[in-house]
């Protein structure tokens, strides 16, 4: 992290009208990205659910422009560029390199960083990084989400390595990749396509480097950060300083331990210490790592943190996210804790169910400081879901990913948000129309859960239930999930949201519980039973408008009976 | 004479533009616009237009009509109290969307707005999967019981959209027949009908933004074509969104086709300066009373997007994806800001000057169209700074009460500022030219387009009168101010081309199929297209009908839309056209995948009438000797300054600002630093010195 009393030495800045138009450009040249990946990759997961993150980088690795994607990957995506330059001293036009470990930068095995650098003549501009999440990446378990106590169980990994040399694809590379994956030709045409979307990056700074001249481009590239980082440190001003601490227990690693019933619980704790215009989060006192795959590298647990940080003190979202807006932020953990992930230690999980629960926390820990900025706890989860096996329709293999999206938590002036994307995510469901035509399922209810939004002053957002029907094979699937022991909380008064609930339906009737991480087989017929947390509430509901509560009643968000227990009022 | 006609209508004014078709010879009518049945104030201004240019109502080849009646209710929320029925299950597909959010970081944005409250929304049991079979039967006794909920609600209108109806409407065709026989008061929409396309939210969306919309345009359009059919005029023909018009018929089959009818005629119009003028870059710049809306033509393209939001949520005057409704239509990419002439100046309670978003509109108007309006708008202050003639506007049928415009800008904005009459002013012309300028960087500067590459083409009322200091704002180094201006937009709806877009779901690997498959739905397709440009007097001569197709890679998502050749389909043309999709995929994409099956997904028919396209020419009216009057501009404050009447300046004729050109209905305001220049054709464009 920078050195706050340190200025930096000041050349003298671009005419503000070029700046204004080369920021735009970076912006819309990473959104641009995004779109060709979208448009032309293979798998569900990536072409209508939108899992993956594009940025274009300065040529040290810090991201200069990030797309309108998934704020999980703000704190780890630089690090894949950097691992890149760190092994690579001679990097050449016609280079593109490919790597998934957590521990060269990556978040987990899924989420495969394709990294191409961009060229002017011979001078190195910075680079276009591509992370998409694969829907398979190996492992025994389709999907890659089994719970297994070692990274090397996880699946494929790849350190960085040369994909693409002058041009072109070195086969021996693709052979080793497509060998170890599941579907390998959905993986070769979202691979293709990741390739495209960097390609169109790339090209995008070359042109601006054209037009403007490399030179000012890079110094450009430079002043985006800058203006990042002094818009955030100017916001973090803004908030009162102070110490504040938060601790929250997860539901386990999917482990379950000889002779236990049940998964076991962990817990995390965190400090945060505002002062001036820079902020600590501490992790010191959280757990140590765990068995399973709940153990986060640090670059995941700062995602948690920059994505809370970024809402708190930017909510109405004016600040460019970039390298520059973290200057002002310091992570710390323990080595070896569940928020500090050591090689060998299994890590899927965490990427998304730590750093969801991550934001949440500093949340919690701000409310202290600074009650207004701040909402209560959101559904906390992915609620992660694969189906894999053979499409008896095709007879092909297929691997299915989603993730369902619960409730965003209430404000201190306004509702929380029914099923929606929350904090570190913004992926996309997946069109039922899509899923069926794709893989052997069918979804049999895709809902609103009346009653999950935590009670308040102002309510929490409404989880939401999913039910897949397995139709004419046994399906190998796996869940994600957390928040089904201790529910997300509410803030001021305001009551908790409804926890995870999952649930297995056999076809001779009978219904199976289950644990909310691990794998397992559905038979022919059988249902799998979602319902993704409700968020928090805000306020004590003895508060609520009653004009409010009444229009919730009539819409059923709120049934006759809910009112009654959570607002102790009668429904008229 | 052949005349074409077009009806604008804005906030403020109604305009009426006429066209010859053979000679190009332009007309324009301005009326005030009757917010309480907007049809009047139509009837006023084609009365009067067809006897000031002497025009035969039998002669009128094409009438031709923007509306805004379809935007204004969905952001003002004013649109039908419409159901929703679904496959049980899946009644919250409206509310649940795609579930991500509009913004990452905004920690108090809104829930999206959704058109259908939960109360209103229904299931019924049935389902048909992914390969088109009934896997559970339609349950009449389940619908039923939802017609007699949508009875007994009073509802206006419903939408169906059940799961896989596109690839097979058998249950959604019974569920709409059952509703149209036993509820027959109630509009129905089937998805089927409007959008046969995959995605069940978006299609449900398009189908519910039609059900939400659909009385409205249907009362709205039968009252107008009441009133043109008394003066004995043709049938109405509607702006579509994506800048070619469309039959009535098609309008209200399909109400979305109506979202941003009346920009999309301005910007039609833009483009055809550019076409005049050989410029193949311009950002269109509209300023009327209420609103002011900017969109971008590159290389003379229009710019239309395919992921239209409707009534989506303003973010720093910016429309959020994720906050509307998507619609599945082609739709003119434009931003747009509440910014017009009629723009209301005020102080806030914190002692801010602020201007807009409320507008005095037609009624009462500026106070310096003395009808009444005793608040301050832009156009008072453009009045007070001397942009604006002092005595009377559209050559002297609308007199400016000065006296009044003093008054409002004094006693509302000058006393409790603590300003004198002149900055009061200018503070409301440099506040309401910061949200217009914020507009026009949306469309270029946020899209990496450098406006200092473009020319901006400022019409509308209001248009030439600030564009050069949003020139300046933005250093757009040159301005186009077309003829005609104040009723531009109206121009651009006889001159665009009549046009139908036909669409028809049909999977198939292209290397399977059976051309003879293919050529019978193209077949049938282009009967139905040619018989419909027959009924619209199309002659065969300037009919045209093109095939496209939308193809994919099978494990694709999304497609990609390739021309496909006329003439009989066979195997070589089937193989043409795959190989043309390869190349379009890497164009666009970068690279191909040769070895792929390549899939057929939607085949497109557009059905154009083509239009001649005639030449703009306005006859000039009498000169009027040149004026003088003070007028302040920024950094030089109240200069003396030439006034000049626009009619009868010699085509090459060079006028050094600061100067003031004044027409019918707009005025060009040239500042110190700019100079402008008569060109052929009526047009004047502006340059910085």
Known sequence: ?572 | MAWRIGVDIGGTFTDVALIDEASGQIGVVKVLTTPHDLAEGVVAGLSRALAEHAADPAGVALLSHATTVVTNALLEKKGAKAGFVATRGFRDVLELRRSSRADLYDLFQDAPSVLVPRRWRFEVTERIDAEGRVATPLDEADLDRVIAAIRALELDTVAVSLLFSFLNDAHERRVGLRLRQELPGVGVFLSSEILPEIREFERASTTAVCAYVGPLLASYLGRLETAAAALGLPAWHVMGSSGGVVDIAEALRMPALAIESGPAAGVVAAALAGEDLGIADLISFDMGGTTAKASLIAGGEIAVTAEYEVGGAGHLKRWLAGTGHPVRVPVIDLAEVSAGGGSIAWVDPGGALRVGPQSAGAAPGPAAYGAGGTEPTVSDADVVLGYLDREALLAGALPIDLAAAERATGDRIARPLGLDLIEAAAKIVEIVNNSMAQALRIVSLERGHDPREFTLVAFGGAGPVHAAALADELQIPEIVVPPAPGAFSALGLVTADLKRDYARTFYAEIAGLDPARLAAILAEMEANAAAMLTAAKIPPGRQALLRAADLRYRRQAYELTVPMAAGPVTRASLDALAAAFHDRHRQTYGHANPGEPVQLVNIRLTALGRLKRPSLRQQAGPARAPRQRRVWFAGSGLVACPVLWRDGLSVDAAIPGPAIVEATDSTIVVPPSWIATVAAGGYIRLRRT
């Not at chain 1, 390609?199 to 430079?222: F, S």
């Not at chain 1, 619960?406 to 992926?427: E, L, Q, Y």
């Open chain 1, 1 to 572: 992290m920078l050195d706050v009393a340190a200025a930096p030495a000041r050349r003298p800045k671009t005419d503000p009208a070029r700046f204004a138009v080369v920021k735009n450009a970076l912006a819309s040249a990473a959104e641009e990205m995004k779109i060709v990946l979208a448009k032309t990759a293979y798998s569900p997961l990536l072409k209508v659910a939108g899992d993956y993150s594009c940025g274009l980088f300065d040529a040290a690795g810090n991201m200069v422009a990030q797309g309108p994607d998934l704020p999980i990957h703000l704190g780890s995506m630089p690090d894949a560029v950097r691992a890149v330059v760190a092994r690579f001293p001679e990097i050449l036009p016609g280079d593109a390199f490919i790597h998934n470990d957590p521990y060269h930068g990556g978040s987990h095995l899924p989420d495969v960083n394709v990294v191409m650098p961009a060229f002017y003549g011979e001078r190195l501009l910075g680079f276009g990084c591509v992370r998409a999440h694969w829907p398979d990446v190996g492992s025994a378990t389709p999907g890659s989400y089994g719970a297994v106590t070692e990274i090397y169980g996880e699946g494929l990994r790849l350190p960085p390595v040369r994909l693409y040399r002058d041009g072109r694809p070195d086969p021996d590379i693709e052979a080793l990749i497509f060998a170890n994956v599941r579907t390998p030709a959905e993986r070769r045409g979202d691979l293709a396509a990741q390739v495209a979307a960097n390609r169109r990056g790339v090209e995008r700074l070359a042109e601006l480097a054209g037009r403007y001249g490399a030179d000012e481009l890079v110094q450009i590239m430079d002043e985006v950060l800058d203006y990042s980082e002094t818009m955030m440190r100017a916001a973090l001003r803004t908030l009162p300083d102070g110490e504040a601490h938060f601790a929250d227990v997860f539901d386990g690693d999917g482990i379950i331990a000889p002779g236990a019933e049940a998964d076991e619980p962990f817990t995390v704790r965190l400090a945060v210490r505002k002062r001036g215009d820079a902020i600590t989060i501490d992790f010191t006192g959280s757990d140590r790592a765990v068995p399973g795959p709940m153990n986060a590298p640090l670059t995941v647990t700062a995602s948690g943190v920059y994505c809370a940080l970024k809402m708190i003190a930017d909510p109405k979202s004016l600040i460019p996210p970039n390298s520059g807006c973290w200057r002002p932020v310091t992570v710390t953990a323990p080595k070896g804790s569940v928020v500090n992930a050591e090689a060998p230690a299994p890590v899927v999980y965490a990427n998304h169910e730590m750093s969801h629960r991550v934001a949440d926390m500093v949340m919690a820990a701000m409310f202290a400081l600074s009650p207004h900025t701040v909402m209560a706890a959101s559904q906390g989860t992915s609620a992660v879901v694969t189906f894999g096996g053979l499409d008896p329709r095709r007879g092909e293999r297929y691997v299915s990913y989603e993730s369902l999206k619960g409730g965003f938590g209430a404000r201190p002036t306004k509702d929380g948000i029914n099923a929606v994307a929350s904090t570190i995510s913004n992926m996309m469901n997946t069109p039922v129309e899509i899923l069926e035509m794709s893989f052997p399922l069918r979804v049999e209810e895709y809902a609103l859960v009346p009653d999950s939004g935590g009670a308040g002053a102002w309510r929490g957002g409404l989880g939401v239930r999913r039910v897949w029907r397995v139709l004419d094979h046994e399906a190998h699937a796996a869940v994600c999930c957390e928040r089904s022991l201790v529910p997300p909380f509410g803030l001021a008064g305001g009551r908790p949201g409804a926890p995870m609930r999952l649930k297995l339906e056999l076809p001779d009737g009978t219904t199976r519980p289950l644990n909310s991480k691990g794998a397992f087989q559905i038979p022919a017929g059988g249902r799998l039973v979602l319902e993704a947390p409700g968020s928090g509430g805000y306020g004590p509901p003895a508060e609520r408008n009653p004009a409010l509560l009444r229009e919730d009643v009539v819409d059923g968000y709120v049934s006759e009976e809910g009112a009654r227990r959570e607002y102790g009022r009668e429904p008229d």
